[in-house]
């Protein structure tokens, strides 16, 4: 199946969902879109602790218990990269695939 395909069997699916309405907003649109990529990638929810701070890349770098690291840059959803600092928790909702991803963090408390 070619991507515009797919992407158009997507948003036939959203539609269904959505209701009669012409055209969904960005957020239903953005959550849709999400919650369809945390199902098919396994995605599950880990505690994380910030451990590095890496501003001229914009990006931090966040451990879980099991020894797991992942990046929060400026496009994950949730959470400021900038209003970050080291040993911050953070709850993240993540993918172990080939490519492990942050779908979207929040702050638990200092």
């Known amino acids: 199946m070619s991507w515009l395909s797919e992407l158009l069997s997507i948003a036939r699916a959203f ?3 959505v209701g009669p309405r012409d055209t ?3 957020e239903e649109g ?3 879109l999400e919650d369809k990529f945390e ?3 396994g995605a599950h929810t880990v505690k994380a602790t910030v451990f590095a701070v890496l501003s ?3 990006q931090v770098r966040v451990k879980t218990a ?3 690291q992942y990046a929060i840059t400026e496009n994950t959803p949730g959470v400021d990269w900038a209003g970050l600092h080291e040993g911050q928790r953070l709850e993240c909702t993540v993918t172990t695939s080939l490519l492990p991803t942050v779908l979207h ?3 638990l408390g200092d």
Do not use: K, N, S
């Open 66 to 68: 099991d020894g797991y």
């Open 105 to 107: 963090a929040r702050v």
């Open 24 to 26: 969904p907003t960005e």
């Open 15 to 17: 539609r269904a969902l």
């Open 56 to 58: 001229d890349f914009r």
């Open 39 to 41: 199902a098919e990638a």
């Open 30 to 32: 953005r959550r849709y």
